[in-house]
């Protein structure tokens, strides 16, 4: 693989004064436009391990290179989150006394985003996931499945380079999470967005590019 957009080498992590042992040396390496399972139970360190790759924590040893940064940096981890780097959790984290346009805003919002601009583009990725007839709703009201769109449009509104998704289809019936990993599947190749993807779930896995496999803090089969 050349030039990857994720570069990532003996990555160790342990909490509790280094007597719980989460991640065990994992490398591993993401190109452009590619969508890359991290497939095991709960506990085997997936979600560790993406919270490393997007700067949420910080790993005991090893070395990172997201997107020609390293998450480490506090400086490199702001200019991650706000120009190269989306997140999409198990649990949408959306604001739900604010509308689904005011919560798409928010990343614009912080990073400065004219607000004309902010608009159309508010417009054109809901129009993307079938929300536009949802827009002036408040979170609280609209269904679980249509959350986790807002929350992946959200993820998108800086038109990252990568996407984060930690368990996204978690906490959706089977109909829904069929419908936003779908929504995920299509966004790879038409935007040239690369995707990592944590899940337990084996049958979202087979349908990535490539699927790596977590267990006891090592990827054990790639």
Request: hydrophobic share 40%.
């Amino acid at each position: 693989m050349t030039d990857p957009l994720i570069s990532a080498r003996g990555l160790r992590k342990t909490y509790d004064g280094g007597r719980v042992r989460v991640l065990e040396g994992v490398s591993l390496e993401v190109g452009a436009g590619e969508m890359v399972a991290l497939w095991g139970a709960s506990g085997s360190g997936k979600s560790t391990l993406l919270h490393l790759l997007g700067g949420l924590d910080v790993p005991d040893s090893g070395e990172i290179s997201v997107c020609g940064l390293d998450p480490r940096n506090e400086e490199h981890r702001l200019a991650l989150r706000r120009r190269h780097l989306g997140f999409v959790f198990q649990l949408h984290n959306l604001i739900p006394d604010l509308t689904v346009a005011e919560n798409l805003r928010v990343p614009a919002l912080a990073n400065g985003e004219p607000s004309a601009a902010t608009r159309v583009r508010v417009r054109e990725l809901a129009e993307a996931v079938g929300l536009a007839h949802r827009l002036d709703h408040r979170i609280q009201d609209i269904s679980g499945g249509e959350r986790q769109r807002t929350a992946i449009c959200r993820a998108l509104m800086n038109s990252p380079r990568l996407l984060l998704a930690d368990e996204p289809t978690g906490s959706l019936d089977e109909e829904t999470g069929d419908t936003v990993f779908a929504l995920l599947r299509h966004l790879a190749p038409t935007r040239g967005i690369s995707i990592v993807l944590a899940t337990h779930e084996r049958r979202f896995a087979e349908q990535c590019d490539r699927v790596l496999q977590v267990r006891a803090g090592r990827i054990e089969r790639a």
